[in-house]
């Protein structure tokens, strides 16, 4: 199998992607910002099995990181993203650079009210409308009938869907499970950037969310069970837990029990590195 097919304009895009939409084809489309990994490869997998043709992106988007050395550290292997994706045989891999998505003069942001002003929104300022913006253009720049998001990223998920839905964007936004190592840390590319040792204490953070989990399976009210384990997190040493809440899927609001579809959902920095996580609470 050889590499897929790497298009870095927008106009060899379009023209690739017009007989397919003359067929009425169903396109899907994976946004990533590269250095992939099996959490990655998974919803190309799903992607595949629905669609007819299948475009994977990868863009590290400027506008979604609110810290320079982040965007900085950011890790950018894009050879080797091209080679794991050999074996899927996908159509097209997109990777359009900074001015193709931002050209000069650029002056539109999509802003999501209220979703974004919880969770990673509150502590990462601006981060989810760089994120809605650059979404909803390779949306329209790919035209695909089918996007794959990772549950992973659960409030960026549940932005993206109700962005394409105010702005009548005509996609179905898959959510898809989140893939774990071994040893339960999620993964992520920022995974990469952790010590040996950081790796070794990462996942506690998932080890408490399953523990806090079965707590609440047995009636214990959320407030009761939240303090102690960010105390836990911290004695681990994860410097600082950002959040450790329970919200309700749909609209993100505060839970103290699952009296509808929750998830858990944690922020926390380990040795200089923002790991976030979330689980599924069943009412
Ligand atoms: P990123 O490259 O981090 O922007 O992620 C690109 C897409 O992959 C997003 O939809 C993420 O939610 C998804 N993703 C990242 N990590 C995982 C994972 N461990 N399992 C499933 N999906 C993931």
């Known amino acids: 199998m050889s590499h897929p097919p790497i298009l870095r304009g927008l106009d060899e895009l379009r023209a690739t992607i017009a007989p397919w939409q003359a067929k009425g084809a169903r396109i899907g489309v994976v946004p ?14 799903l992607a595949k099995k629905d669609c007819d043709h299948v475009i994977v992106t990868i863009f590290v988007n400027p506008m979604q990181f609110n810290n320079p050395d982040d965007l900085e550290s950011y890790p950018r292997t894009e050879h080797s993203d091209a080679g794991k994706l050999e074996r899927f045989d996908i159509d097209v891999l997109y990777v359009p650079d900074g001015p193709q998505m931002y050209p000069e003069g650029f002056a539109s942001t999509v802003t999501v009210q209220g979703l974004t002003d919880v969770l990673c929104g509150a502590h990462r300022p601006g981060h989810f409308d760089g994120v809605a913006t650059v979404v909803a253009k390779l949306f329209l ?21 109700r962005m394409a839905r105010d702005l009548d964007i005509p996609i179905k936004v898959h959510g898809c499970p989140t893939i774990r190592e071994i040893d339960g840390l999620a993964m992520s590319s920022r995974n990469l950037l952790l010590s040996d040792r950081a790796r070794v204490t990462a996942p506690r953070l998932y080890e408490e969310m399953e523990r806090v ?3 609440i ?21 994860y410097t600082e837990v950002e959040y450790f809440e329970m919200r309700a899927n749909d609209d993100l609001s505060l839970l103290d029990a699952p009296t509808r579809p929750a998830r858990l959902l ?7 590195v923002r790991l976030i996580d979330n689980i599924a609470i069943e009412p």
């Open 32 to 45: 990533t910002m590269g250095a992939l990994h099996d959490g990655h490869l998974s919803l190309v997998e």
């Open 141 to 161: 720049q790919t035209a695909a009938t089918d996007a794959y998001f990772g549950e992973k990223d659960f409030q960026q998920l549940q932005i993206v869907r």
């Open 213 to 215: 989990a079965q707590e």
């Open 217 to 237: 399976a047995t009636g214990t009210p959320f407030s009761q069970l939240q303090a102690p384990a960010m105390k836990r997190l911290e004695d681990a040493g």
């Open 266 to 272: 944690a922020a926390a920095w380990l040795a200089g």
